[in-house]
């Protein structure tokens, strides 16, 4: 792999120890701000992890936090730095949605979600880059250049939220929003080594994003380990239960979803990890035969027809043609074409496979399975191949993370352990609708299991 030529943030801290720092006056808001803007900075040119960084709004707002740290008025997440995607909406720095189309764009007010961690003293350090409209699963750009996976630069982050999970692996950042609507939280997370929460379907609003397919959008959150996340996920009014319930949970493990297969090195984690984890919780297999059929497929048909309305009702066919780039614009080619019986077969899938998960989650708590069945592909790539199965990139990265969209159920993606010099891979957890706190727990005791990670005191 390629080392790394970029300065991570000093210490690699968690969110917790820095707001430990900051409480105890070790650094000023203000420091650490400048600080985190240099690390982005060399993280924008080694790996073009950041779309807009806005040195004069972060600045202005760590001075404030170091005025409220004097005089004890500091708020949960005081003077924190934290990378927005740049899908989701800004007051007043640049947010492009990826595309040409909307450069120089400032939005007028934040997002719902930037708000509510605004509000709460975070300090927004910039906009991290993201596939145009987020439609796509490598953060790659015609127009504004790839991002590159920070572990080896021939190799993609994966997308959408490329540049929060880029920007986190390379030490610029502890935490970042990204936004979810077919793993592109996930999936980046699993690629650059990160950790990556998908909550219930709307429990955090979308209000401010630019949607790609409503029905299966959600805001996401990611961060170096469970705790950064879980840290974020609690000044977001997710509250993580105290008891030891985790303990008397059972996993379902499921090692493949449809035809695609795992890679051999994606495999032999998985399977340790498995193997550890039965040390400590009650595992049983779960068959995954029909119940993901045709849920990939529907799942492709909801974007399609979802992210054409969105599209089409914001922009002429001439603007898109001109401005967006070629793959985006060949989708909404094809959508235009589209008719409602798809649609409503796809929405039928969904209502079966909803019903069908609920059921298999009456005799388990979790489920477990791999988050993508390969490792970051190169740069470039538009196809496949694992094992006998070919296929497209999409497909391929996709298959283990969508039907959770579809459903709405809460997942998140923690690293597996892996070799000296192996690119990462990674576990998905999910849980019922609504048990959000609950899954952030068991994935910091999982993550403690297969890592031994240690946690502060809070």
Same mark, same amino acid.
């Given at each position: 792999?390629?080392?790394?030529?970029?300065?991570?943030?000093?210490?690699?801290?968690?969110?917790?120890?820095?707001?430990?720092?900051?409480?105890?006056?070790?650094?000023?808001?203000?420091?650490?701000?400048?600080?985190?803007?240099? &690390? $982005? #900075?060399?993280? %924008? *040119?080694?790996? !073009?992890?950041? =779309?807009?960084?806005?040195?004069?709004?972060?600045?202005?707002? &760590? $001075? #404030?936090?170091? %005025? *409220?740290?004097? !005089?004890?008025? =500091?708020?949960?997440?005081?003077?924190?730095?934290?990378?927005?995607?740049?899908?989701?909406?800004? *007051?007043?720095?640049?947010?492009?949605?990826?595309?040409?189309?909307?450069?120089?764009?400032?939005?007028?007010?934040?997002?719902?979600?930037?708000?509510?961690?605004?509000?709460?003293?975070?300090?927004?350090?910039?906009?991290?880059?993201?596939?145009?409209?987020?439609?796509?699963?490598?953060?790659?750009?015609?127009?504004?250049?790839?991002?590159?996976?920070?572990?080896?630069?021939?190799?993609?982050?994966?997308?959408?939220?490329?540049?929060?999970?880029?920007?986190?692996?390379?030490?610029?950042?502890?935490?970042?929003?990204?936004?979810?609507?077919?793993?592109?939280?996930?999936?980046?997370?699993?690629?650059?080594?990160?950790?990556?929460?998908?909550?219930?379907?709307?429990?955090?609003?979308?209000?401010?994003?630019?949607?790609?397919?409503?029905?299966?959008?959600?805001?996401?959150?990611?961060?170096?380990?469970?705790?950064d996340v879980l840290w974020l996920a609690n000044a977001?009014?997710?509250?993580?239960?105290?008891?030891?319930?985790?303990?008397?949970?059972?996993?379902?493990?499921?090692?493949?979803?449809?035809?695609?297969?795992?890679?051999?090195?994606?495999?032999?984690?998985?399977?340790?990890?498995?193997?550890?984890?039965?040390?400590?919780?009650?595992?049983?297999?779960?068959?995954?035969?029909?119940?993901?059929?045709?849920?990939?497929?529907?799942?492709?048909?909801?974007?399609?027809?979802?992210?054409?309305?969105?599209?089409?009702?914001?922009?002429?066919?001439?603007?898109?043609?001109?401005?967006?780039?070629?793959?985006?614009?060949?989708?909404?080619?094809?959508?235009?074409?589209?008719?409602?019986?798809?649609?409503?077969?796809?929405?039928?899938?969904?209502?079966?496979?909803?019903?069908?998960?609920?059921?298999?989650?009456?005799?388990?708590?979790?489920?477990?399975?791999?988050?993508?069945?390969?490792?970051?592909?190169?740069?470039?790539a538009s196809t496949l191949d694992i094992g006998h199965?070919?296929?497209?990139?999409?497909?391929?990265?996709?298959?283990?993370?969508?039907?959770?969209?579809?459903?709405?159920?809460?997942?998140?993606?923690?690293?597996?352990?892996?070799?000296?010099?192996?690119?990462?891979?990674?576990?998905?957890?999910?849980?019922?609708?609504?048990?959000?706190?609950?899954?952030?727990?068991?994935?910091?005791?999982?993550?403690?299991?297969?890592?031994?990670?240690?946690?502060?005191?809070?």
């Amino acid at each position: 792999m390629n080392a790394p030529d970029f300065a991570p943030m000093p210490d690699a801290v968690s969110l917790r120890g820095l707001r430990h720092a900051l409480l105890a006056r070790r650094i000023t808001a203000t420091a650490l701000t400048e600080q985190v803007l240099k &690390a $982005a #900075e060399q993280s %924008r *040119r080694a790996v !073009n992890a950041f =779309a807009t960084i806005d040195w004069d709004h972060a600045l202005k707002a &760590a $001075a #404030e936090s170091d %005025r *409220r740290y004097e !005089n004890g008025t =500091a708020r949960a997440l005081e003077g924190l730095p934290i990378g927005v995607k740049d899908l989701i909406d800004t *007051r007043g720095i640049e947010t492009c949605y990826g595309s040409a189309a909307y450069r120089g764009h400032r939005p007028t007010a934040d997002a719902d979600v930037v708000h509510s961690l605004v509000d709460r003293g975070a300090i927004v350090i910039g906009k991290t880059t993201t596939h145009e409209f987020a439609w796509g699963v490598s953060t790659s750009s015609m127009r504004f250049g790839d991002t590159l996976n920070p572990l080896d630069r021939s190799r993609i982050p994966g997308g959408s939220s490329g540049g929060a999970a880029a920007s986190i692996a390379s030490g610029a950042l502890t935490v970042g929003l990204g936004t979810d609507t077919g793993g592109s939280v996930r999936i980046p997370a699993a690629l650059c080594g990160v950790v990556g929460f998908k909550p219930t379907f709307d429990t955090l609003s979308t209000r401010g994003v630019f949607p790609l397919a409503p029905t299966c959008d959600h805001v996401g959150l990611l961060g170096r380990q469970v705790d950064d996340v879980l840290w974020l996920a609690n000044a977001l009014f997710i509250d993580v239960p105290e008891s030891d319930a985790w303990l008397s949970a059972r996993l379902g493990v499921l090692r493949q979803i449809g035809p695609v297969p795992l890679a051999p090195d994606v495999a032999t984690a998985f399977d340790a990890a498995i193997q550890r984890l039965a040390r400590t919780f009650a595992c049983q297999d779960v068959s995954s035969a029909s119940l993901f059929d045709g849920v990939f497929d529907a799942f492709a048909s909801i974007v399609l027809v979802e992210g054409g309305i969105e599209h089409f009702r914001r922009s002429s066919w001439d603007r898109i043609a001109a401005e967006y780039e070629p793959e985006t614009a060949d989708r909404l080619r094809r959508a235009q074409s589209m008719d409602l019986r798809p649609y409503a077969a796809a929405q039928d899938t969904r209502r079966r496979f909803v019903a069908d998960l609920h059921d298999v989650m009456t005799r388990v708590d979790y489920l477990v399975l791999p988050t993508c069945p390969c490792t970051a592909p190169p740069l470039g790539a538009s196809t496949l191949d694992i094992g006998h199965w070919s296929g497209t990139l999409r497909e391929a990265l996709m298959t283990y993370t969508a039907p959770f969209n579809v459903a709405g159920f809460p997942a998140i993606s923690i690293p597996l352990p892996a070799a000296e010099g192996a690119l990462p891979s990674a576990l998905q957890i999910v849980a019922r609708p609504g048990d959000d706190g609950a899954l952030l727990q068991i994935a910091q005791q999982i993550e403690t299991l297969l890592n031994n990670v240690p946690h502060e005191d809070a």
